[in-house]
Every structure is written in structure tokens, then in C-alpha cells.
């Protein structure tokens, strides 16, 4: 099955830094997603992005489906961006069925 | 709306005990899942339907059942339980349209203890 490679595993800020998360996967996808998990627990969908670029707010995402690569850029970071961000795909042959990278656990520190 | 419910929210089984995780939602979603997240990792699928009716194996069923007989719940059931089971249980559900830009509504989850 593919594979999902997540880098940094851990990564500790100064609020108001900027951070570059990475994803990388070993086959083509149809479905790339990134999910914030906070330190609740709680899991939020952030971007849906199989290829190209987003932005939402502070928060961009970029997928390169040729190289298999995905970045989710964090500027500015506040407190509130702790948690964990997972990447997670689905292959071509399944799109409903995601496989997640282990996360990049990040603490921002005021 | 509710979303997503689950119950219970924590629980502890002693090993050979079977139980169920409940899983509702409110939102006549069609797809629905359930995950396990292990400490320190990312979720795994676990089981997956489509629609009433209608289930299907993910990455790691082995140890589980589910049943789909309504569109609104979804529960899992453990049998004989182990303490490699011990995990965060999710549950999410989507709509077709919602799955097609990605979106997908989780369950606060349930916390398990096998011992």
C-alpha cells in the first residue's frame, strides 16, 4: 500500500515564527488532505489538495503530485496552532479510503 | 445538529471481553468510518460503508465487526478483546459532495482500555 512519510516528527516555535511541514508519499493519489488535531483531541480538516496550492488565513497548503510531495506552511504561528497536523491519501484505486502519515507534533510557545 | 456522537467516551474491558462502540450521526451522511489511532500515531482505517447496508474492510479490520443498518449509526464491535486493541476510537461520516473537496466530520472519539 502507499506509504505516507511526515518530517519533521517534532518542531517547537516562538510565537509569531514560521513553519514548513512536509509530506511525502510513495504513489500517485487522488486524495491529499491535511488535519489539524488539537491537544483536545478534536480533528479538523484544514485542506483538501490532491495538487496545486491553498491558502486559508495564516495557513497554505502545496501539493507537487509529479514529485509526490506535499508542504503545509504555518507563518505567523500562534499558541492556538499546537497540536498535530496529519497528511493523509487515498490511492487511485480507492479515494474514500485515507492512509495517514504518523504527524508532525507542533508546540508553539508564547 | 449534533454531528457526529459517539459513546461511550472512555472505557476499560478486561481481555476476552467483547463490547460495542456507538457511532450517530444527524446529518443523512451516506459514508461512514471508523479509525483507531494508536499513541503517538496517525489514524488507521478500520471499517468503512457507503451507504445502509453496505460495509467494507480498511486497513486493519482483523478483531472487529460493524454493521450498517441504518444511515444514521454505524457500530463497531469488538470481540474477544486484546490488549493490542487498546486505542482512540473515531468515528467520521461524509456526503459524496463533502468527500469530493475532502471534507470529512469526526467523532470526539473513544478512548479504549484493554487490560
Known amino acids: 500500500g502507499i506509504q505516507v512519510e511526515q518530517s519533521p516528527p517534532d518542531l517547537i516555535l516562538q510565537e509569531g515564527a514560521n513553519s514548513t511541514l512536509r509530506c511525502n508519499f510513495s504513489?500517485?493519489?487522488?486524495?491529499l488532505q491535511w488535519f489539524h488535531q488539537n491537544p483536545w483531541g478534536q480533528l479538523i480538516n484544514l485542506f483538501y489538495?490532491?495538487?496545486g496550492t491553498k491558502q486559508n488565513g495564516r495557513l497554505s497548503a502545496t501539493t507537487v503530485a509529479t514529485e509526490r510531495y506535499s508542504l503545509l506552511y504555518i507563518s505567523s504561528s500562534q499558541t492556538t496552532d499546537s497540536g498535530v497536523y496529519f497528511c493523509?491519501?487515498?490511492?487511485?484505486?480507492?479515494?474514500?479510503?485515507?492512509?495517514f502519515g504518523s504527524g508532525t507534533r507542533l508546540l508553539v510557545r508564547p | 445538529n449534533a454531528g457526529v456522537t459517539q459513546t461511550p467516551k472512555f472505557r476499560i474491558l478486561k481481555i476476552g471481553q467483547s463490547m460495542t462502540l456507538q457511532c450517530t450521526q444527524d446529518?443523512?451522511?451516506?459514508?461512514m468510518y471508523w479509525y483507531r489511532q494508536d499513541p503517538g500515531m496517525g489514524l488507521k482505517l478500520i471499517y468503512y460503508?457507503?451507504?445502509?447496508?453496505?460495509?467494507d474492510k480498511g486497513e486493519v479490520p482483523n478483531g472487529y465487526n460493524v454493521s450498517r443498518s441504518t444511515t444514521e449509526d454505524f457500530p463497531l464491535r469488538l470481540e474477544l478483546a486484546a490488549p493490542s486493541q487498546t486505542s482512540v476510537y473515531f468515528c467520521?461520516?461524509?456526503?459524496?459532495?463533502?468527500?469530493?473537496?475532502?471534507?470529512?466530520?469526526f467523532g470526539p472519539g473513544t478512548r479504549l482500555t484493554v487490560l
Open positions: 467520521a461520516s461524509s456526503d459524496r459532495r463533502r468527500l469530493a473537496q475532502g471534507e470529512q466530520f
Open positions: 504513489d500517485s493519489v487522488n486524495n
Open positions: 489538495i490532491p495538487s
Open positions: 493523509a491519501v487515498a490511492g487511485e484505486d480507492s479515494s474514500y479510503k485515507l492512509i
Open positions: 446529518m443523512n451522511h451516506n459514508y
Open positions: 460503508s457507503v451507504g445502509a447496508g453496505i460495509t
